[in-house]
């Protein structure tokens, strides 16, 4: 069970996208459609942002949409506000009733 | 309101042992598998074990089997970690999260180990 592979950082300005790749094998990412994703800020728990590849919870913005090809899964933030720098890591169901989450990416708001 | 609250976490020394608890609430406790993830200081995530519904499926990560216990009691909507043997490299931020069918949606807000002598 290795951690699924993400960029350590990405940044872009305000109102500007930006793209998290999140890479795994056909046991996890590629086997399933079951990645999600979270948005962890400074000493605080993971909050859920997108589920079953493309699907967002409620009360999550629009802004965040998800997507996959193959062994790796995306996440976008468009049009990046402030309040989007945070860590940000997949999650892949990977059979079993096991999960495996990613690396892990720090965006950061110009 | 869905919540999850972890307790029981301390300092402990190398090889000791201890137990986390976890309270549900605001949610039908018995129909959702829960899971239990760390997060090692300035570490990312580790998915760590799960228990199913019925209280005897239980699934571990290969660096805690035979280390850790996941357990469950539906009466008090209740899951623990019986954490055995701990090692520095277990010091970590520990939450407890409910299992939404194959993707892990809620999440406590965490208790902290820390395994030093």
């Known amino acids: 069970q290795s951690a699924l592979t993400q960029p350590p950082s990405a940044s872009g300005s305000p109102g500007q996208s930006v793209t998290i790749s999140c890479t795994g094998t056909s046991s996890d990412v590629g086997g399933y459609n079951y990645v999600s994703w979270f948005q962890q800020h400074p000493d605080k728990a993971p909050k859920l942002i997108i589920y079953e590849v493309t699907m967002r919870p409620s009360g999550v913005p629009d802004r965040f949409s998800g997507s996959k090809s193959g062994n790796t899964a995306s996440l976008t933030v468009s049009g990046l506000q402030p309040e989007d720098e945070a860590d940000y890591y997949c999650?892949?169901?990977?059979?079993?009733?096991?999960?495996?989450f990613g690396t892990g990416t720090k965006v950061t708001v110009l | 309101e869905v919540q999850l609250v972890e307790s029981g976490g301390t300092l402990v020394q190398p090889g000791g042992s201890l137990r986390l608890s976890c309270a549900a609430s605001g949610f039908t406790f018995s129909s959702h598998s829960i899971t239990w993830v760390r997060q090692a200081p300035g570490k990312g995530l580790e998915w760590l074990a799960n228990?199913?519904?019925?209280?005897?499926?239980?699934y571990y990560v290969d660096s805690v089997r035979g280390r850790f216990t996941i357990s469950r009691d539906n009466g008090k909507n209740s899951v623990y970690l019986q954490m055995n043997s701990l090692r520095a490299e277990d010091t970590a931020v520990y939450y407890c999260?409910?299992?939404?069918?194959?993707?892990?949606?809620?999440w406590g807000i965490g208790t902290t180990v820390t395994v030093s002598s």
């Open positions: 999650c892949s169901y990977a059979g079993s009733s096991s999960y495996v």
């Open positions: 228990i199913k519904q019925g209280e005897n499926d239980k």
């Open positions: 999260a409910r299992d939404f069918f194959f993707y892990i949606d809620v």
